[in-house]
């Protein structure tokens, strides 16, 4: 069953302007992770945070967690076009063996020049 | 020059036929993973290892098949059985810790089977 589930499905924004995409999930977890993925390539990391962690940044990303409400959100600040892509969330479920994540829908980012 | 690859990239397969994609990781990375995605949805786990000779199967296992004699090659077999084989195919890999604490996970390019 899909833990994490992202919203929106898609979204377009212009170059510059913030994107906020978010992620809700089901079970208490160990972390959750938001990946990147451009069309028909492979996913790359972009950050992780831990269960007792509220809030992470790295470079124009910045994401919350809020286990309370079993959401998270990643904020991409002043994007750019190369921004363009597909974006993840996975968890890490508590109680689940080892290294399994669950990864969600993802939401398409478009930025228009 | 560290990473993970996977090979072909696009492979043709007719009905009736078993191909096998291939995935190497020079990470030293324990644990491995196999991954399907359809057209605009997100991954489903196919089978994943933790440890050479050992793996589990995922969400959607039936008609696929793996093996882990090495720790850098964990190659994925799609068999006859698998009904709707053509899709987007993604390895991954990550170092295994208790808790799984620090599990981000690293991606292979994919290989895009198609079923002719």
């Known amino acids: 069953s899909q833990q994490g589930e992202e919203d929106p499905q898609a979204l377009s924004i212009q170059e510059g302007e913030n994107a906020t995409m978010n992620c809700s999930y089901k079970?208490?977890?160990?972390?959750l992770q938001w990946y990147r993925q451009n069309s028909g390539r492979g996913l790359v990391h972009l950050i992780l945070?831990?269960?007792?962690?509220r809030e992470k940044h790295s470079g124009r990303l910045r994401v919350t967690l809020d286990t309370s409400k079993k959401s998270s959100s990643l904020l991409i600040t002043a994007s750019r076009a190369a921004d363009t892509a597909s974006y993840f969330c996975?968890?890490?479920?508590?109680?689940?063996?080892?290294?399994?994540?669950?990864f969600g829908e993802g939401t398409q980012l478009t930025v228009n020049p | 020059d560290g990473g993970i690859t996977q090979s072909p990239k696009y492979l043709f397969r007719k009905e009736g036929q078993n191909v096998t994609l291939s995935c190497e990781q020079n990470?030293?990375?324990?644990?491995m993973y196999w991954y399907r995605q359809d057209p605009g949805q997100g991954l489903r786990l196919i089978y994943y290892?933790?440890?050479?000779?050992?793996?589990q199967k995922g969400d959607i296992a039936e008609g696929y098949s793996v093996s882990r004699e090495k720790k850098e090659s964990f190659p994925l077999t799609v068999t006859s059985a698998q009904k709707n084989p053509t899709a987007f195919y993604l390895c991954?890999?990550?170092?295994?810790?208790?808790?799984?604490?620090?599990?981000?996970?690293?991606f292979g390019p994919g290989t895009r089977l198609t079923v002719l």
């Open positions: 079970t208490s977890i160990n972390n």
């Open positions: 990470l030293n990375h324990d644990a």
């Open positions: 996975a968890t890490d479920g508590r109680g689940t063996s080892g290294s399994r994540l669950t």
């Open positions: 991954a890999s990550s170092i295994s810790l208790a808790g799984g604490l620090y599990n981000e996970q690293f």
């Open positions: 945070i831990r269960s007792n962690e």
């Open positions: 290892s933790q440890i050479v000779n050992d793996f």
